[in-house]
């Protein structure tokens, strides 16, 4: 983990740290000291630093992460720093669906999120997508989901929520 708390202490001082999630393409043999400096409970900015780059290497190379999808879970399902959470829920976006092993896990934990607003918007708004992808598959769970985004609604929302409420498979 050494190695990615260096590359965080370096980028933040240069302010280039968006661009150098690249660096784990041309090392993938980082992406596990990444996952675990993601998952680990080292002070910020160190875990939301490498979920926001496990994040950016989902969505512009899935290819890179999905073999590491069940340590994206297992720090999806055991973190709570705001920030990973939001990243890895948007992980969890970007890659196909779950492993069969977590699923039951993953759902509760979804719909936590969903349900909690002491979590940022986009974790909640996240979190609903990722639950629509449960309907899809699983038809059973939508009165439980649509129970829940009728929870939301009778609360204050924002516009981001409210377009994410649409999605919701009636």
Known sequence: MENIVALI???KKQKSFPEKYTLFLNQPQLVPELL???GSDLPYPYPAYSSWWVFHLAKNSPTTILPFRDE????????EHPSVIR????????LPAFSTFYEGN???RLLHIFLNVEYKV???????YLLNRFISEFPEL???VVSAVEI????PYSPAMRVALKSVRK
């Not at 990243?87 to 970007?94: I, P, Q, R």
């Open 122 to 128: 986009a974790a909640q708004v996240n979190a609903l």
């Open 9 to 11: 202490d370096h980028y």
């Open 106 to 108: 993953v759902f509760d």
């Open 152 to 155: 939301i609604k009778s609360q």
């Open 72 to 79: 994206v879970l297992k720090i999806f399902l055991s973190q």
């Open 87 to 94: 990243n890895m829920t948007a992980t969890l976006l970007a």
């Open 36 to 38: 675990c400096c993601a």
């Open 142 to 144: 939508k009165d439980e």
